[in-house]
T-cell receptor, first 115, second 112 residues
Framework: NAGVTQTPKFRVLKTGQSMTLLCAQD?????MYWYRQDPGMGLRLIHY???????AKGEVPDGYNVSRLKKQNFLLGLESAAPSQTSVYFC??????????????FGPGTRLTVT | AQSVTQPDIHITVSEGASLELRCNYS??????LFWYVQSPGQGLQLLLK??????LVQGIKGFEAEFKRSQSSFNLRKPSVHWSDAAEYFC??????????FGTGTSLTVIP
């Protein structure tokens, strides 16, 4: 049981390049989330998904796209990277079924630098 | 709209001293409240959570938190801090739609 995994762990992009971050969870969770973490700003929600095939915008969605083609995977895409997207990205998942398990499980993060 | 405020950006305590980290939330209904800890370069680990019932909740690593509805607060406490507790601490509130809102975090430094 690996929990939530993220690939890659580190990435450097040039302005204008594109990339996809992959999040995978093996807990059969319905909900998945992408956050970015910047100094002094805590975690801000980019996009989230309440189930396979569905996605929704969070607090800071501009410049990002997501897809949830399979229940266990949640992809975050940057079509044209900008220096303002330099950040640490965290994926998380949670279950909708039991109140006792109502919490988020986080991946280890992806550190992205855009030059 | 939900929001979380952690008024202390940075706190320094001596090893063995007591600790209290403040968290205030804004939410119309009964909140689901969480405290997470993040060590440098790591993801977030859940310390404890409150859903209902006893307002004093116990968590891992000797932490506890008290929910005070009248003050809209969920402060984190530990009676005796260890050097390994140095980390970033985040308070979060969740709603019934499985959406979570995080505070900006409190950085804890522990001095010998």
């Amino acid at each position: 049981n690996a929990g939530v995994t993220q690939t890659p762990k580190f990435r450097v992009l040039k302005t204008g390049q594109s990339m996809t971050l992959l999040c995978a969870q093996d807990m059969n969770h319905e909900y998945m989330y992408w956050y970015r973490q910047d100094p002094g700003m805590g975690l801000r929600l980019i996009h989230y998904s309440v189930g396979e095939g569905t996605t929704a915008k969070g607090e800071v969605p501009d410049g990002y796209n997501v897809s949830r083609l399979k229940k266990q995977n949640f992809l975050l895409g940057l079509e044209s990277a900008a220096p303002s997207q330099t950040s640490v990205y965290f994926c998380a998942s949670s279950s909708a079924r039991q109140l006792s398990s109502y919490e988020q499980y986080f991946g280890p993060g992806t550190r992205l630098t855009v030059t | 709209a939900q929001s979380v405020t952690q008024p202390d950006i940075h706190i320094t305590v001596s090893e063995g001293a007591s600790l209290e980290l403040r968290c205030n939330y804004s939410y119309g209904a009964t909140p689901y409240l969480f405290w997470y800890v993040q060590s440098p370069g790591q993801g977030l680990q859940l310390l404890l959570k409150y859903f209902s019932g006893d307002t004093l909740v116990q968590g891992i690593k000797g932490f506890e938190a008290e929910f005070k509805r009248s003050q809209s607060s969920f402060n984190l406490r530990k009676p005796s801090v260890h050097w390994s507790d140095a980390a970033e601490y985040f308070c979060a509130v969740g709603n019934t739609g499985n959406q979570f809102y995080f505070g900006t975090g409190t950085s804890l430094t522990v001095i010998p």
